[in-house]
């Protein structure tokens, strides 16, 4: 199967549970609860009992997030 040519790398390629833990810093029970709201990219199938996710949408997911404000207060 040939790549077409306008997706990105990212896009065939694959992130196990764990790997998206580890990008996203959610929990396994975070990861479910987004799918059931449908705030969290849905997985794909890979086997009888395997699922991942596509690295670009969970990269996506991750740059939608807002950025907490962690900058020093000023007092002068």
Known sequence: ????????????????????????????????????NKTFPKPVKIGKRAVAWRKNEVNEWVSSRTPIDCGEKNDG
Request: charged content about 30%; glycine content about 8%.
């Open 1 to 36: 199967m040939q790549k077409p040519k306008d997706l990105p790398d990212s896009y065939f390629e694959l992130l196990r549970r764990i790997q998206v833990q580890k990008k996203t810093g959610l929990s396994k029970s975070g990861i479910y609860s987004g799918l059931k």
